[in-house]
């Protein structure tokens, strides 16, 4: 192909985890991009570095369990599909249990170093606040939760949807060596490996229930920041939810949430089961910080101190980063989106990530990956046909794009009801008397990623995938 023949570039809004993605897919593709991002000519409430997909909230991808988990078994999909967020994952990868977790700092400077080298890739910096011009006929918008408020607004004069808009939190990070592991030990839950993992990666810090009972007290009288004027009736998403928001729900909600105590053992007191657990979680290579995990909170920051202090094991945590919240704004997706991500009111611009209405990292990631390919299919005269709705790719998809009630529609993580229903010969088993043994559990989620997995492999080895 002469340098005449090349096709345009296409237009990426956004280097996080769906724009870096999407970036990677189309230039890998053989189609140029110009991948648009704000930092550091212009910051965010949360983004504390400039480099592409940046980690703001947790460094885990959650279950890296391909065979039983729905998380799992789209990172197995997303890897199947070159993805380049998959791979600097599996590079930065820290024990983490059954789950897969980053080093946050490894992570964003393989995935900045990664785009920066490919030679169809050019970043440029700077905000784009406003309409993307008419002359730009191909773009992925991807500006994730913390889309600016210019570019935000002109979005909502465009669609005609007022938007839609929830907080996520940020859970602290403390300093392992202030961490007293006279009290605390090493354990996952059931002693569970993962990808990293040893079966000792979370440190656990065990209350008894007078400790507990303390601990909710304080929580709920803690001082908490104000929110804005605009944010005052922001709902959150229940899978990021505030530890004082769930402490509000009842006094033995955190017991039965992040601080449940079932699958560990508390070696310094083998004889007495924990009343509740706090699990803090590996936050970069080094082992040098841990996470609380669950302890997103809008505490005031001395107040956090006071109150995770009271944590066995914590008394005198140092904090490497204290908890916050941040506004996530997101679209009307059902209503707004065709079946490839295209704004129908005007097509020639693409929603990815956490913009179009799913939750996650990966989820962000897989819907980069998969308008990437879309944009990138369009620009060499084809189309890209959507991927099976029985995929994990091709079940979020689908529910972001119609398969959601628009007037309900919420935030999604990736799970098995998004998935079509199993059959009866996939669900069940013919017993000798001719009566059917519907399988259940563990057996029943095996079913959905064999098939996810059969489904996505004839998908990608069809004629129209290579061409794309």
């Not at 980053?102 to 785009?115: E, K, P, Q, W």
């Not at 669900?427 to 095996?446: C, E």
Request: proline residues 7%; aromatic residues 8%; hydrophobic residues 40%.
């Amino acid at each position: 192909m002469s340098i005449t023949d090349a096709p345009k570039a296409v237009h990426i809004i956004g280097a996080g985890l769906a724009g870096s993605e999407a970036a990677w897919q189309c230039a890998n593709a053989g189609v140029p991009v110009i991948l648009h991002e704000m930092r550091p000519v212009k910051g965010t409430p949360a983004h504390k570095t400039d480099g592409c997909a940046e980690l703001v909230c947790s460094n885990s991808f959650r279950s890296d369990d391909a065979e039983h988990n729905a998380v799992g078994l789209l990172h197995a999909e997303m890897r199947a599909m070159n993805s380049l967020i998959m791979r600097e994952g599996d590079k930065a990868a820290v024990p983490a249990g059954g789950a897969l977790a980053v080093d946050r700092d490894i992570f964003s400077g393989g995935v900045t170093a990664a785009l920066e080298a490919h030679p169809l890739i050019t970043i440029e910096r700077g905000e784009i606040n406003s309409q993307p011009p008419e002359d730009w006929d191909s773009v992925i918008i991807a500006t994730g939760p913390l889309t600016s408020d210019p570019l935000a607004k002109a979005l909502r004069t465009l669609t005609g949807e007022d938007a839609l808009a929830f907080f996520d939190a940020i859970a602290p990070i403390v300093h392992t060596e202030s961490i007293d592991m006279s009290k605390a030990w090493y354990q996952s839950r059931y002693d569970k490996e993962g990808p990293a993992g040893t079966g000792k990666d979370y440190i656990n810090c065990p209350m008894t229930e007078e400790q507990y009972n303390a601990f909710v007290t304080e929580l709920m009288n803690a001082q908490y920041g104000d929110f804005k004027e605009w944010e005052k009736d922001t709902p959150y998403f229940e899978g990021c939810m505030p530890v004082e928001v769930m402490a509000a729900r009842g006094p033995e909600t955190l017991r039965f949430g992040p601080m449940k105590p079932v699958g560990l053992t508390n070696p310094h007191a083998p004889e007495t089961k924990p009343y509740a657990v706090v699990q803090l979680r590996q936050d970069n290579a080094l082992a040098t910080l841990y996470n609380i995990v669950g302890f997103q909170t809008k505490m005031k920051y001395g107040e956090q101190t006071r109150v995770f202090r009271m944590i066995p094991g914590l008394e005198n945590a140092e904090f490497a980063r204290l908890g916050g919240l941040h506004r996530n704004t997101f679209l009307n997706s059902p209503k707004l989106l065709d079946g490839h991500l295209r704004l129908k009111a005007r097509p020639a611009l693409r929603f990815a990530g956490q913009i179009t209405g799913c939750e996650g990292y990966v989820e962000s990631a897989s819907i980069g990956l998969i308008a990437g390919r879309m944009a990138a299919a369009e620009r060499l005269g084809g189309t890209l046909s959507t991927p099976p709705a029985t995929t994990a790719l091709g079940a979020l998809l689908n529910h972001i794009t119609g398969g959601a009630e628009s007037t309900t529609f919420q935030p999604m993580n990736i799970n098995f009801g998004l998935f079509p229903p199993l059959s009866e010969d996939e669900a069940s088993t013919k017993q000798p008397n001719g009566k059917r043994k519907w399988l259940k559990g563990l057996d029943r989620k095996k079913v959905y990623t064999r098939r996810a997995l059969r489904d996505l492999n004839h998908w990608l080895e069809a004629p129209d995938r290579k061409a794309a």
